[in-house]
């Protein structure tokens, strides 16, 4: 099941389950729950991909069903990366080798991010092939992207960029902002609500660090458009 676009095409014009929709589910669960390293199945459990959990919760598989079943899988989770699925760039270089200098995406990169990989693999699905430059250092790219592959290469930077200075490791732009596009679909906030909640946040953090993040929603979907999943829509 390569075209997961069933993955956000859970309910049909009637509001009944599509079949592909369940069939898929079922998909995703046995393969989740065959993998043997614990770092993605541990007693029987699995990260649950819902809106709601959002790969941070552990449950057994009929929980984890339930949960897609009623509430649907997380925006932009077409590669099961949490679940021990091999991201697009990892598969390509395997495929051309460690080694080969041929290898669109022969690079190696600090960290184990999801999301970061979640960005890097949109980007390969849309054709744009990620390297960094002879220094090891992404900034000269980011400066000539153009066009389309700025977009996704702003996001990439969003992915890279903390929160505010002095936050925990792995706390960025992009994490959090998905966190909070997700509260708006989980809880169906208006969008008054969610700009409020956002702009009672930005005012905890120090003014210098407030440019870093989106002040309203519409700005906010901008910003991870290209991010999201096919076809998934936040109204």
């Known amino acids: 099941m390569g075209d997961r676009h069933w993955m956000y095409h859970r309910l049909d014009d009637n509001g009944c389950f599509i079949d592909e929709f369940k069939i898929g589910v079922e998909y995703f669960l046995d393969f989740a729950f065959s993998q043997s390293n614990p770092e993605f199945c541990s007693?029987?459990?699995i990260r649950c991909p819902c809106k709601k959990c959002m790969n941070g919760e552990w449950h057994r598989r009929v929980t984890v069903q339930c949960h897609l079943t009623e509430?649907?899988?997380?925006?932009g989770y077409v590669v099961w990366l949490a679940h021990g699925e091999q991201s697009v760039r990892k598969q390509r270089r395997h495929q051309w080798g460690e080694s080969s200098s041929a290898a669109p995406f022969?690079?190696?990169?600090?960290?184990n991010d999801p999301i970061r990989e979640m960005v890097i693999d949109a980007m390969s699905s849309h054709g744009i092939e990620y390297n960094m430059n002879d220094q090891g250092s992404e900034q000269p790219i980011f400066e000539e992207a153009m066009g389309d592959?700025?977009?996704?290469?702003?996001?990439?930077?969003?992915?890279?960029?903390?929160l505010y200075e002095g936050c925990d490791e792995g706390d960025t732009v992009l994490k959090w902002m998905s966190h909070f596009i997700n509260a708006k679909t989980l809880f169906n906030m208006s969008v008054a609500n969610w700009d409020y909640v956002l702009k009672c946040s930005r005012r905890w953090i120090k003014p210098e660090d407030r440019d870093r993040i989106p002040n309203n929603f519409y700005s906010a979907k901008k910003m991870m458009r290209r991010f999201d999943a096919p076809n998934t829509h936040y109204f």
């Open 43 to 45: 007693r029987n459990r």
């Open 106 to 111: 022969a690079i190696e990169e600090p960290g």
């Open 149 to 162: 592959a700025k977009e996704f290469f702003d996001l990439l930077q969003a992915a890279n960029t903390p």
């Open 71 to 75: 509430k649907g899988f997380m925006n």
